[in-house]
């Protein structure tokens, strides 16, 4: 072969090179954009289904566009709410990311279409007097700004990498449409009070309760002589409090739409199927754990299927619960539009439903692994036992709230739970660092290596625990401005 020919199969190499270079650049670049595209696809069909189940009267074009509105919303919510349920599994290494979110979308949409709310208050959370939007049109642009607002809200703090909760996102909706419509006075003051409270009550009691779990975990499992022995006795009782609290939970706030059961009656079912599912795991936390090594390691193995199964049931809850937040004036307005009237409760539609739950698991699929990975990987490190406790809080915790009678947030009181395990990881380690160096000189260590050292990472705190704060009113302004908005173009 001349040299005239290798140099030009080496050009041509080269120039290949480059395309393939190229090609594989534009597709990357491109990757976000199917996301944008699959979503815009989701949110036309569903203005399309609710102009096919209204008939397609003159004034169902409100219905199109909220339902649009709350396709937009169901999609926000899958991408940073169902995080909090998935995060620590995927962070532990207990499920894969595609496993997560192939669970959560099964389960979310299970828990919507199975146990969501048949009924679903018009006036969310009760901050607003239903007599200051007495007047049918004037409701329905509230709850189409409020519903605007609060995606675009929630669609903001994920690009941001903040899991914030939809639930306080849609109260700020409300409250700011609200203002403008009917004035400062509308609002019920006390009862938003109680929502600021509970910025503080959820990830404190999530925080805390995760935190004793753990230590409960190294005093009695970890931090003995023979580890695998201390398992077979502990794990399957951790996993009957386990099966107690979600059975309470789920009866409590994922089967309304089922059957109605009052807080004694489910504190009594969650006895029952904590005493029966930590009998039957005990056989199988003893097959699973022979021929394990006496060591911490081998330890994180009993806790990967009762942390997967927590997070399945977890997602299920949610798809039971926070549907509402999406479909909710959406179901408002549909039924105003149909009634011409105002009612404090309304019921919700199968076809609403349905695009609630199927937005949420398509927003879960198309952006939800930003959020997981923030929550599982990047405020603090997780393994099984650690994430089993984040869980754990989850439900214990909305148990203990509800006792109490304090509004709390389900994705507080998630990420609180990282925040606690991950702060008292600290705390451990420093008290043992203390012990160890107890009888040796003093080591001064500098400043920016004891920062370095921590295993929170501070900045992701401050940026979760800002966007908790300004949640409530960011979702108020937009709100403000989406009503004025709306009342310019005439709707």
């Not at 909220?66 to 995080?83: R, T």
């Not at 606690?420 to 420093?430: A, K, L, M, N, Y």
């Not at 501070?458 to 704060?469: E, G």
Request: glycine share 10%; with cysteine; net charge positive.
């Amino acid at each position: 072969m001349t040299d005239d020919t290798t140099t030009e199969w080496k050009t041509l190499d080269k120039d290949l090179n480059r395309l393939t270079r190229l090609e594989e650049a534009t597709m990357y670049a491109s990757r976000p954009l199917v996301g944008v595209g699959v979503s815009l696809v989701f949110v036309s069909l569903a203005a399309v289904a609710a102009a096919i189940f209204t008939g397609g009267e003159v004034q169902s074009l409100a219905v199109v566009v909220a339902a649009a509105f709350g396709a937009y919303m169901a999609l926000n919510i899958g991408a940073n709410d169902v995080a909090n349920n998935m995060g620590p599994a995927v962070g532990a290494k207990a499920l894969s990311l595609l496993g997560a979110i192939a669970i959560a979308a099964v389960f979310e949409t299970a828990g919507a279409l199975i146990a969501g709310g048949d009924v679903v208050s018009t006036i969310s959370k009760g901050i607003i007097d239903p007599a200051g939007l007495a007047d049918t049109a004037i409701f329905v642009r509230a709850m189409m700004a409020a519903l605007l607002a609060a995606s675009i809200w929630v669609n903001i703090a994920t690009w941001l990498g903040a899991p914030v909760s939809t639930t306080h996102s849609v109260v700020g909706g409300v409250m700011g449409a609200g203002i403008i419509a009917a004035g400062l006075g509308t609002v019920n003051w006390p009862t938003m009070g109680a929502i600021a409270a509970s910025w503080v009550i959820s990830p404190l009691l999530g925080g805390l309760i995760a935190a004793a779990m753990l230590a409960f975990i190294k005093w009695r499992v970890i931090y003995v002589e023979d580890k695998i022995a201390a398992a077979r006795t502990w794990v399957p009782v951790l996993i009957g409090i386990m099966a107690a609290a979600f059975a309470a939970y789920l009866s409590l706030k994922g089967l309304k739409k089922l059957v109605k059961i009052d807080f004694a009656t489910a504190l009594f079912i969650g006895a029952v199927a904590g005493v029966v599912i930590g009998l039957i795991s005990v056989p199988f936390i003893r097959r699973q754990s022979e021929g394990l090594e006496n060591r911490t390691r081998s330890l994180k193995a009993l806790f990967r299927l009762p942390l997967v199964v927590s997070a399945a049931l977890l997602s299920f809850a949610h798809g039971a619960n926070d549907v509402a937040n999406a479909v909710g004036p959406l179901a408002a307005i549909v039924y105003v539009q149909q009634s011409a009237s105002v009612a404090g409760e309304v019921s919700i539609p199968l076809w609403v439903m349905v695009i609630g739950a199927l937005g949420i698991s398509f927003g879960l699929v198309l952006f939800g692994p930003k959020l997981i990975g923030m929550v599982g990987n990047q405020i603090t490190k997780l393994n099984p036992m650690r994430a089993y406790c984040v869980a754990l809080s989850a439900a214990v915790t909305v148990i203990a709230a509800s006792w109490l009678g304090l509004p709390v947030s389900s994705t507080h009181i998630a990420v609180g739970g990282v925040f606690g395990v991950g702060f008292f990881r600290e705390w451990h380690s420093e008290r043992r660092a203390r012990k160890i160096h107890l009888n040796r000189p003093a080591v001064s260590i500098p400043r920016q290596e004891r920062t370095r050292r921590k295993l929170v990472r501070r900045s992701h705190f401050m940026t979760i625990v800002a966007a908790w704060v300004i949640t409530v009113p960011a979702a108020a302004l937009l709100s403000a401005g989406c009503f004025l908005l709306l009342r310019t173009i005439g709707f």
